[in-house]
């Protein structure tokens, strides 16, 4: 079976990207969750979704000019610390601000085989790879994005599901781990997981639920 996470925890029950977001959709029998990932003004990695924050860019706030229900990527870690985890480093190419080298130094002090990065962003793959960070993953909405990936040193292919048949799956399967993103229908998680992928992100727990 897939493993099954959460789409910035538990959107449907609890405010996304939060402690009680992730910590119910843990309750709800997810292997774990998917998050989003800024660098603040002064350093400090924010789980958050959009780049701004009521209209002002979180890379121009320092981490005490946020509510609190904006948790650091550590305090998941450290709360979460046996729950699968996919972590989305928000990026815009080609410009950097210091985020993956301190996505590096942060997973350097919660080492797990449970936890892996994924970006849409192929330059910011590529300097987490040459930081030594992995697995990685390679998040995109539109097929000819998969050419890019053998040049990312990925570990992980993260389609949304939509571009995906038993055909694509198996190919991908020859060379790379699938997740498949956002998969909130009961018919198509289960196609999904006949056909092979390895993870499937998605709102309902209730869609994920085995057996699938």
């Not at 910035?8 to 029950?13: E, I, T, Y």
């Not at 992995?134 to 998969?146: Q, V």
């Not at 009961?186 to 869609?207: I, K, N, S």
Request: aromatic fraction near 8%.
């Amino acid at each position: 079976m897939p493993l099954r996470l959460g789409h910035r925890g538990a959107p449907r029950l609890a405010r996304e990207n939060t402690l009680e977001s992730f910590r119910k959709a843990l309750e709800a029998g997810l292997d774990g969750f998917e998050l989003d990932v800024h660098l603040t003004r002064d350093g400090v990695l924010v789980v958050h979704h959009d780049f701004l924050l009521e209209g002002v860019p979180i890379q121009g706030l320092r981490r005490r000019e946020l509510p609190a229900f904006v948790p650091t990527l550590e305090e998941v870690l450290s709360s979460f610390p046996e729950a699968w985890i996919n972590v989305e480093l928000k990026s815009l190419p080609p410009e950097t601000d210091g985020r993956e080298e301190a996505l590096a130094r942060l997973l350097a002090r919660f080492p797990s085989g449970r936890v892996w990065v994924s970006s849409f962003d192929p330059l910011a793959l590529l300097r987490l790879a040459q930081l030594g960070v992995g697995p990685l993953g390679f998040l995109y909405g539109k097929p000819e994005a998969e050419a890019l990936a053998p040049c990312l040193g990925v570990a992980w292919m993260h389609p949304e599901a939509s571009l995906l048949t038993e055909e694509r799956v198996r190919a991908l399967k020859g060379r790379y781990r699938v997740l498949a993103w956002t998969v909130n229908e009961r018919p198509q998680a289960q196609a999904l997981a006949a056909w092979g992928v390895d993870a499937l992100v998605g709102d309902l727990p209730e869609v994920l639920a085995p057996p699938l």
